[in-house]
């Protein structure tokens, strides 16, 4: 199902497949104004939820496309990368059906205006996944769970909206292209149900690294990367006060989401439906703070 | 004096992707001049000489087909290079014409593709992709890594070249390309086109409009025959 690739720069005969990726890790660089980074090693393990987090322009992205572009010491931060804990081939980007990597971003978009099921064929079919029958019906019923508007299979690539659109391209992504290893940046505008989105993913033994503005992905991850000028400027892993806030802030944020709704139903919002929901959250966060 | 011809159909990003080669050439100390053929307007050569203080030059093709053009000023401009001290000498050219290609043998040829201009372009592009030494695909930040493997299959279907993804808007995977460039081999006089694409000089390059073969010269054809040479 996956891509065979050497694994090393000189030419031992070994190789590794896609499902052998067990982790990633990077080596500090420097930041915007070439200060050196605070954090100088950090790994990314199978299984792992990761968040990057900090303003605009901190760095974010940057520090993405270094695991994309498997940096070695050869981009603007200076970092290097490495697979299972050695510098990965070049060569794994030739191909990006070998390349254990994929990046989604806010501007990756379909363009093929052919129907989804038959688009989700022809790219199960170069990764050769289309043996296993049921692919591109697990693909969309994937991708169903992630978006709040459901995916028709006869519908053109192109039909689909930024919500549908992006939770396809995740549901590709971990199903057919077996990625071990997805970068989510700034996903969370697209109308992905997060939380739920969260969840799923935890099902499958993967690294998911979120560039991410939002609390819900930040705290619910494993641990997030803190970014400042550039730079790698924290580990934090999430303690038990944090475990605590995240359910209220995950209730906070489902409130939010039911008003959302309630607007698009042409509902009007109340004092008397706002209240119950309000009360009903003060009252919970109550209980988990006693 | 390594000669580069890169060719694309317009906006492909050919310029885009020569300004991050060439960036990184001089960063390694190599001497580069540019060349820009186009029809009638190009801003490109301006823009080398002066974000890169290389000799760089425009050439207009007018009323003539750009790819005949190319055959008859290749010479020249390579001489103009070598004048101006130049060890890498790279050829945008305008790639208009999908059944031409500019690439000349021990050159090095690149076919540049943007990977949204739809999944089966590679399929529609004759000898300007077929006869190059590698393909460089660009704006692969803009659609789904399911379509580039389409894409990546589609072409290499068509011709089996290495292929480089780029996102050439942000220098990424530049690396690579620069490495083959870096890898080809010095240029060799009489330089000889690669292929035996349509590039009769014809009258209606020329722009003699009369429709009919009876009104032109040089190699034509008759509805029903095969072509033949008529003139002098
Ligand atoms: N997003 C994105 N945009 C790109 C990329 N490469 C080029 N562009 C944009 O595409 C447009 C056309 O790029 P050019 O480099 O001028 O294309 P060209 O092939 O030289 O065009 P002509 O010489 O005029 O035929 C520009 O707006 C570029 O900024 C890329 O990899 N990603
Ligand atoms: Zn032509
Ligand atoms: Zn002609």
Redesign the pocket.
Same mark, same amino acid.
């Given at each position: 199902m996956s891509g065979i690739f050497p694994f090393s720069r000189n030419n031992e005969p070994s190789s590794l497949t896609l499902e052998d990726v067990h982790s990633v890790t990077l080596l500090g660089g420097h930041g915007k104004v070439g200060q050196k980074e605070t954090v100088t090693e950090v790994k990314f393990e199978m299984g792992n939820v990761v968040s990057i987090v900090g303003p605009t322009g901190s760095g974010k992205t940057a520090l993405i496309n270094d695991i994309e572009l498997f940096a070695n010491a050869n981009t603007p931060t200076g970092r290097r990368m490495l697979i299972n804990g050695a510098t990965p081939p070049e060569e794994l980007m030739d191909d990006p059906s070998k390349n254990p990597i994929a990046l989604i971003t806010q501007h990756t978009n379909f363009l093929s205006d052919l129907p989804v099921d038959v688009f989700l064929r022809m790219h199960a079919k170069i990764r050769r996944a289309h043996e296993h029958e049921t692919i591109v019906e697990e693909t969309l019923d994937f991708a169903n769970q992630l978006t709040g508007e459901p995916i028709i299979q006869e519908n053109s690539m192109t039909e689909l909206s930024g919500g549908q659109t992006r939770a396809l391209l995740i549901a590709d992504a971990v199903i057919i292209g077996n990625s071990p290893i997805l970068l989510l940046d700034e996903i969370e505008n697209a109308g992905i149900h997060r939380g739920r989105a969260l969840e799923l993913l935890r099902n499958y033994q993967k690294i998911f690294v979120f560039v991410t503005h939002d609390p819900r992905i930040a705290l619910l991850s494993d641990f997030r990367i803190v970014m400042s000028r550039g730079a790698m400027e924290k580990i934090i892993y999430p303690d038990e006060e944090e475990a605590i806030i995240i359910d209220r802030i995950g209730k906070l944020d489902d409130l939010m989401l039911r008003f959302r709704k309630r607007l698009w139903e042409g509902e009007r919002l109340s004092e008397k439906n706002l209240g119950g929901d309000l009360s009903a959250l003060l009252s919970s966060s109550k209980e988990t703070l006693s | 004096m390594k000669l580069i011809i890169c060719a694309?159909p317009? =906006?492909?990003? &050919? $310029? $885009?992707?020569l300004k991050q080669v060439t960036n990184k050439l001089l960063a390694q100390g190599r001497r580069v001049a540019y060349l820009k053929e @186009?029809v009638q307007f !190009?801003e %490109?050569a301006t823009m080398f000489s002066e974000e890169f203080g290389i000799p760089s030059k425009a050439a207009y093709s007018g009323e003539i087909c750009p790819d005949h053009s190319h055959v008859l000023i290749l010479k020249e401009a390579v001489e103009w290079a070598e004048k101006n001290q130049a060890d890498i000498f790279i050829v %945008?050219t !305008?790639g208009l014409c999908l059944r031409c290609a500019p690439y000349v043998e021990g050159g090095f040829a690149i076919c540049?593709l %943007?990977v949204t201009s739809g999944m089966n372009l590679p399929r529609k592009i004759g000898p300007m992709l077929t006869l190059a030494d590698i393909a460089v695909v660009? &704006?692969? @930040? *803009?659609v789904s890594q399911a379509e580039r493997e389409v894409f990546r299959m589609n072409l290499t279907e068509v011709a089996p070249i290495p292929v480089i993804e =780029? @996102? !050439? *808007?942000h220098g990424i995977n530049i690396d690579r390309i620069v490495r083959e460039v870096e890898k080809s081999p010095e240029i060799k006089q009489p330089m000889v086109l690669r292929g035996n694409p349509p590039l009769a000089v014809c009258t209606i390059c020329a722009g003699k409009k009369e429709i009919g073969w009876e009104n032109h010269f040089g190699v034509v054809r008759t509805l029903e025959s095969d072509p033949f040479y008529q003139g002098e």
């Open positions: - | 694309g317009p =906006t492909c990003g &050919k $310029t $885009t992707v @186009d !190009a %490109e %945008e !305008a540049v %943007e660009t &704006k692969i @930040d *803009l =780029t @996102d !050439a *808007l």
